[in-house]
């Protein structure tokens, strides 16, 4: 099993809302990531979890909040949005091969939309 | 600094022609370097990647790339396109457990 699974597959939010996306991986990966797509750019990193424990975040803004509470499952926690948050979140997740490189997998991806 | 830079936003091909994408590499440290495809409105699905066992990678679809490091480069090449090749592509640059991507290149295959 290559899959990883992400829901809701959309998501319309108002500014004042709190929500959460889910990410989940069966693959054994101990790394998994959040990124954040904007149209007609590349994927963005947010933050990476290794070994269930926050490794990197990319001075994200605190309105999002990443959360790992296994190591299959990924969450990001939203509130406070703004309406240039709107984009694709995209969760991955990956091991550290043989061959010492990291091979990432990726989601289909969360719609976001913050009205 | 570890950057990627693709030439060329947008690449269009005769279907059974040659597809050839672009991908240049800046990397202080010998890279481990990827080829990602992504479909409108999907995630991103890896092609191939290179670690330095091999020059000549081959990845899924029939595509392969080729590592040179005199050139920094790192394109990537199909003989054939097929229309179901038409896609955004992505080189991209690991380092630290982080992908580093090329801007993309957005590929069109005309019937």
């Known amino acids: 099993d290559t899959e990883v699974t992400q829901t809701p597959k959309h998501l319309v939010m108002g500014m004042t809302n709190k929500k959460s996306l889910k990410c989940e991986q069966h693959m054994g990966h101990r790394a998994m990531y959040w990124y954040k797509q904007k149209a007609k750019k590349p994927p963005e990193l947010m933050f990476v979890y290794s070994y269930e424990k926050l490794s990197i975040n990319e001075s994200v803004p605190s309105r999002f909040s990443p959360e790992c509470p296994n190591s299959s499952l990924l969450n990001l926690h939203l509130h406070a949005l703004q309406p240039e948050d709107s984009a694709l979140y995209l969760c991955?997740?990956?091991?550290?091969?043989?061959?010492?490189?990291?091979?990432?997998?990726f989601g289909p991806g969360t719609r976001l939309t913050v009205t | 600094a570890q950057s990627v830079t693709q030439l060329g936003s947008h690449v269009s091909v005769s279907e059974g022609a040659l597809v050839l994408l672009r991908c240049n590499y800046s990397?202080?440290?010998?890279?481990?370097l990827f080829w990602y495809v992504q479909y409108p409105n999907q995630g991103l699905q890896l092609l191939l990647k290179y670690t330095s066992a091999a020059t000549l990678v081959k990845g899924i679809n029939g595509f392969e790339a080729e590592f040179k490091k005199s050139e920094t480069s790192f394109h990537l090449t199909k003989p054939s396109a097929h229309m179901s090749d038409a896609a955004e592509y992505f080189c991209?640059?690991?380092?630290?457990?982080?992908?580093?991507f090329g801007a993309g290149t957005i590929l069109r295959v005309k019937s």
């Open positions: 990397s202080s440290v010998p890279p481990y």
């Open positions: 991955a997740s990956g091991n550290l091969g043989t061959d010492s490189s990291y091979e990432q997998y």
């Open positions: 991209a640059l690991e380092y630290g457990n982080k992908l580093v």
